[in-house]
């Protein structure tokens, strides 16, 4: 009996009985900014609940609580929010860039992977991994990547990009970016309030690319340009815009039934629902939601609402799942006026400060990530010469 032969058959049988597909259940990392708990719903960062989050604080504070495992004081908050704006301008050589790539054809999430891998280049810093040197990358990217995403929407629409204000916060100043206007103070709340929302989930699709790349000493720049292709799928991020693309194919709220009753009879995932980890309402859905029938109030019209719920009662009936976040953020971006395939660079704004946090906790406790394949192709094959085959 050849034993080689049956170790590595062996070797990989094991393998497979630890694999699960898609990894599902599976511990990949020790990590201590976020969890999900995904039988009571419950989101946490660094201990804290996202509804207090939500409810009492502002994006920059959970950037730094994501950066720095507590909450900052009134001292400190206003020291990371100068130093955001120090650094808000991206390198006039980037956006000098994005002004000759193919910018009315190009999907916007393309856009901003090129631009953030392009910001390495002129980032003489960009390869200090050490503490302090990738806390500042992680501030540079953090302040430049709205500005990135604003100046793409002004540029694409023939319009010059406009200057962020350096007083304002993340969240407005990207509504003021977009527009050349200062958004209403309940909008840039409840948008501040979205990128609360959105800003870690644990060990996520990007998350997890971006400690993969990490993991290799690589700069924080080409683990995030990772991040932010991972987030572009439409499984992932990218599930936002599908979202509103299937709201506006529906047309009407009583459309909504024979939509979705024929799309599961074609075996169509309906986008916006299900999770790999909550098995109950995700809890970023439930503020999205409010935000969403909040907004056709003030507008007069409660279509994209109502549609959204229409949507959800069905999937519920006929698939027991709920939605995500992607569903209920895509009406209510819609309803701000936002273009569709901005949403998922949105995203990006928000969870930079996830992917950063989660790169400079691997940076400080690094091993290489690298696990195994189950091998399933054959063994012992004779190599056939060319001219044989
Ligand atoms: N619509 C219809 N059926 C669904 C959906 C859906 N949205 N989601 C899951 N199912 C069904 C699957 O068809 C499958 O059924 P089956 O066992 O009869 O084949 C079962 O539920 C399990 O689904 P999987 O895709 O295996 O679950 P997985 O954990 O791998 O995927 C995912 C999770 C990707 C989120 C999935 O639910 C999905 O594709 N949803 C739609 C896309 C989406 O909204 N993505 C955003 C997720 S949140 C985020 O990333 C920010």
């Known amino acids: 009996m050849d034993t080689a032969k049956t170790d590595s058959a062996g070797e990989s049988a094991k393998l497979a009985a630890k694999s699960p597909a898609g990894l599902e259940g599976i511990v990949a990392a020790s990590s201590r900014i976020g969890d999900v708990d995904g039988v009571n719903g419950i989101l946490i960062y660094q201990g804290y609940n996202i509804h207090d989050l939500a409810e009492h604080s502002t994006f920059e504070e959970v950037v730094y609580l994501l950066w720095h495992e507590r ?18 301008n991206p390198p006039a050589n980037v956006i000098e860039m994005m002004r000759h790539l193919p910018l009315k054809d190009a999907a916007p999430m393309d856009v901003v992977r090129t631009a953030v891998s392009a910001l390495a280049l002129y980032d003489k810093d960009c390869c200090d991994t050490t503490p302090e040197g990738a ?4 501030t540079k990217l ?21 200057a962020p204000k350096p007083e304002l916060g993340i969240a407005a100043n990207f509504l ?5 206007e200062m958004p209403q103070e309940r909008e840039a709340r409840m948008f501040d309030v979205a990128l609360i929302l959105h800003a870690d989930h644990e060990l996520n699709a990007s998350t997890f690319t971006s400690r993969v790349v990490a993991a290799t000493l690589a700069d924080m720049y080409g683990a995030v340009t990772a991040a932010i292709a991972a987030l572009a799928g439409p499984l992932h991020g ?3 815009t599908e979202v509103m693309k299937m709201l506006l194919e529906i047309e009407s709220v009583d459309q909504v039934e024979p939509f979705i009753t024929k799309a599961l009879a074609d075996k169509r995932k309906i986008m916006g629902f299900g999770h790999r980890v909550y098995k109950t309402e995700d809890p970023r859905a439930t503020w999205l939601r409010k935000f969403s029938e909040e907004l056709g109030k003030a507008k007069g019209d409660a279509k994209w609402y109502e549609m959204s719920r229409k949507v959800e009662e069905v999937i519920m009936r006929e698939k027991k799942l709920y939605p995500n976040v992607d569903f209920y953020s895509a009406s209510t971006y819609y309803q701000m006026g936002l273009a569709l395939d901005l949403y998922t660079p949105i995203f990006a704004i928000s969870r930079i400060s996830g992917w950063t ?33």
Do not use: C, F, S, W
Not at 142 to 157: D, H, I, K
Not at 366 to 382: F, Q, S
């Open 71 to 88: 909450l900052p004081t009134q001292e400190e908050l206003d020291e990371l929010k100068k130093q955001l704006a120090r650094h808000q």
């Open 135 to 138: 806390l500042r990358t992680a």
């Open 238 to 240: 990218g599930a936002n």
């Open 176 to 180: 003021y970016m977009l527009r050349g």
């Open 357 to 389: 946090g989660h790169i400079l906790e691997q940076y400080a406790n690094n091993r290489l990530i690298r696990p195994r394949a189950e091998y399933t192709g054959p063994r012992d094959v004779p190599y056939t010469p060319i001219g044989e085959r």
């Open 142 to 162: 953090t302040a430049q990547l709205p500005v990135l995403v604003a100046a793409l929407e002004r540029l694409r629409n023939d319009q010059e990009p406009v």
